[in-house]
């Protein structure tokens, strides 16, 4: 692209999904805002993260055979140092790094699941009531995550009102770039889920 280079994963059903496939797909999804949400304090590494994204997977005996996430290069190549989040990522995690976060699951000869967004390290911020400022991740990908694959209820209730704030950002920074079936379509995909959480 001409301002830059991305990377970026969406999973799509072909067919009617199976329960299987609508449960690990949220359990990925699980993972892949908890990452988005984080808060670290400076210093940390991303093997000291990567659990992160794969704690709902292993609630349910589940894992993925790659690193959560990379180094992004601007105008150079897509996977590059010497940030990761992976159990091998020994590099801090300093302000103004780009990563790829890109849970995924995969099941050997059936389908497979990867979500993956682009994201940021944030400046480190105090938090009200804390001792030392923490960093964050600014999300830089737009596009709709598709929830016909999410089991809503495997969703606590901060998830889903991640979900739905990531989709009306979606929606009011894309939106208005389209029109008429396009724009249709972009307003479907981003609508909110109903909150049936219970956490």
Not at 108 to 116: D, K, M
Request: hydrophobic residues 35%; proline residues 5%.
């Amino acid at each position: 692209y001409q301002d830059g280079t991305t990377d970026i994963t969406r999973t799509v059903p072909i067919g009617q999904p199976t329960q299987e496939m609508r449960e690990r797909f949220t359990l990925v999804l699980k993972g892949m805002i908890g990452i988005s949400t984080l808060r670290f304090p400076a210093g940390t590494r991303g093997s000291e993260i990567d659990a992160v994204a794969r704690m709902a997977l292993w609630k349910h005996g589940c894992d993925f055979a790659h690193g959560t996430g990379h180094g992004v290069g601007s105008y150079l190549a897509v996977h590059e140092g010497p940030q990761r989040i992976a159990r091998t990522g020994t590099e801090k995690l300093l302000e103004g790094m780009m990563l790829s976060n890109e849970p995924g699951y995969y099941k050997e000869g059936s389908y497979g699941i990867r979500i993956e967004n682009l994201i940021l390290v944030t400046p480190a911020q105090e938090i009200e009531g804390g001792d030392i400022a923490m960093h964050g991740f600014e999300t830089l990908t737009l596009a709709p995550i598709d929830t016909r694959l999410v089991q809503s209820d495997l969703l606590t209730r901060d998830e889903l009102h991640w979900l739905d704030s990531y989709h009306a950002r979606v929606l009011a920074e894309i939106g208005p770039m389209l029109d008429g079936e396009t724009l249709a379509w972009l307003e479907k995909a981003t609508a909110p889920l109903p909150h049936d959480a219970k956490i």
